[in-house]
């Protein structure tokens, strides 16, 4: 196997593991949310599986103590990425993203340099030709669901356009 191919291979299996992390938090963050509705309405019960226990009543207190302390947060890369899907072919700027990652409390308080390590990821993010994400002229991120349109990506990366290929 040829270096690159193995490099085309290995940019390809990041996308997908970008992805997969993606779907990752979007699931456990749907657990969790479940799992809050369950135990704060009580017309709701719990269906209780075949040997498990249900676990003591706790005061409010301990109860949102140990859900802070349970909150499993994204990947920083994994959390542009889930803002980016949610508004499709949607530039936005990373103000906006910062925002909304924010809102849904996705940035990790743990990660030491902070904002700048949500800033590098999406710069990677937008860097990366399998992940989907590109950064347009005015700064402003998008996630692509549709390939650019044949003769301005050729551009975008300093090749000469042939116009022959957009024929169909």
Do not use: C
Not at 24 to 45: D, N
Not at 93 to 122: C, H
């Amino acid at each position: 196997m040829d270096r690159v191919k193995a490099e085309s291979m290995l940019e390809e299996a990041r996308a997908e593991l970008t992805t997969a992390e993606s779907a990752v938090v979007y699931l456990k963050q749907v657990v969790s949310g479940l799992e809050g509705l369950l135990k704060t309405s009580p017309a709701v019960a719990a269906p209780a599986f075949a040997g498990e226990m249900s676990p003591a009543p706790q005061d409010d207190e301990q109860a949102s103590d140990a859900a802070e302390s349970e909150h499993v947060y994204p990947r920083t890369p994994a959390a542009v990425l889930e803002v980016l899907r949610s508004r499709p072919n949607f530039p936005m700027t990373f103000k906006q993203i910062w925002a909304e990652m924010t809102a849904r409390n996705l940035i990790d308080p743990a990660i030491k340099s902070g904002r700048n390590a949500y800033t590098v990821s999406a710069r990677r993010l937008a860097e990366n030709k399998h992940s989907g994400v590109i950064r347009d002229e005015h700064d402003r991120y998008v996630y692509r669901t549709e390939p650019a349109d044949p003769m301005i990506s050729s551009l975008d990366r300093g090749e000469e356009a042939n116009p022959m290929q957009l024929v169909v």
